[in-house]
């Protein structure tokens, strides 16, 4: 952790702070499978989808959500050392889609290790009803959980054109619910996508700064292989243009779209990362996700600017 006070809020130094060990998340692979696949909202998934490039090696189904904690933990230890506490993370696929009895089962067997202080729940927001809600409600009373909702992007337009299957105002709603039921709601937003540019991603902002959430991913956009954007990209499609960016105005554009961001609103993550051999592009020389960071928090200084410089000025 660094000496010096961070110029935006951050995930790591939250957890830490709050539980006064470092947390390590745990991804789960829990067998769960997605409407947006199964011809329940829509068949094929986001056209950016590829769950295998971002689920660890050790995630998969056919393990139990104990042996799977297990493994992730030794994993962990033996890489990093320092974590003595988890989060058991429901990643792949829409890990609120099943019964509420079955959820119960699930989650509840990853907080019956004694190492792990809560859940982080990937989800897609029409995964969600009232019951859920208010089960998950209850469960924050007792532990850390955050439900991760996937917004992606505040443009309809483009949600369309991703074949995302939901509207943002669909996405607002339930964001909305959750947190108004006291459940800490954490979303994801990639930029590049097929139709933006500099002006409309940045707009979107003000639209986060509406929500109650408690924290946020951005994603670069990243072409992954075995996905219907590979297919778009390989073929040239004169639909399809994202807006690839270079790691340095990458690095620019998060400065400038934080500034405006709400400060209470902790950042998880600036960028995404899958292993090379699923990746089509953008590649930025193979950095990883602690180096990006690296050079973000330096390029805040550079800047001489901080999450939320701007915010204040409008507010
Ligand atoms: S990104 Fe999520 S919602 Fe979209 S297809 Fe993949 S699992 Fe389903």
């Keep these: 952790m660094s000496a010096t006070p961070l110029r935006y809020n951050n995930y790591s130094q939250n957890l830490t702070k709050q539980f006064g060990v470092r947390l390590q998340k745990l991804s789960i692979d829990a067998g ?24 660890p090696s050790y995630c998969t189904p056919q393990k139990s959500v104990t042996q799977q904690i297990q493994e992730g933990k030794s994993f962990h230890q033996f890489r990093y050392k320092r974590a003595s506490k988890y989060l058991a993370y429901f990643q792949a696929y829409s890990n609120t889609y099943a019964p509420i009895e079955k959820l119960k089962s699930l989650y509840e067997e990853a907080l019956s290790d004694i190492d792990v202080v809560g859940l982080v729940i990937g989800t897609r927001c029409d995964c969600l009803d009232e019951e859920k809600l208010n089960y998950l409600a209850e469960l924050s009373k007792s532990y850390y959980i955050v439900l ?31 947190a108004d039921l006291g459940i800490k709601v954490g979303v994801h937003l990639i930029f590049g996508m ?19 959430i408690y924290s946020i991913k951005f994603h670069q956009l990243q072409i992954i292989k075995g996905t219907k ?47 090379p051999r699923f990746q089509v592009g953008p590649v930025w020389g193979g950095i990883r996700n602690d180096q990006i960071m690296v050079q973000f928090e330096k390029r805040l200084a550079e800047r001489e600017t901080f999450q939320g410089r701007t915010f204040f000025k409008k507010a």
């Design 32 to 55: 769960f499978s997605c409407p947006n696949r199964d011809g329940t909202i829509g068949t094929g998934g986001c056209t950016f989808c590829n769950n295998d490039a971002f689920n």
């Design 148 to 178: 991760e909702i996937g917004v992606e992007s505040c443009y309809n337009d483009t949600l369309k054109l991703i074949n995302r299957g939901h509207t943002f105002e669909d996405a607002e709603f339930w964001i909305k619910k959750a």
């Design 194 to 212: 097929p139709d933006d540019t500099r002006e409309k991603m940045l707009a979107q902002v003000q639209k986060i700064n509406q929500l109650p």
């Design 229 to 275: 954007m590979e297919q778009q990209f390989l073929e040239n499609d004169p639909n399809f243009k994202p807006l690839f960016f270079e790691l340095d105005d990458y690095l620019d554009f998060v400065v400038d779209f934080i500034e405006q961001l709400r400060p209470d609103i902790i950042i998880e993550r600036i960028a995404g990362e899958v292993p």
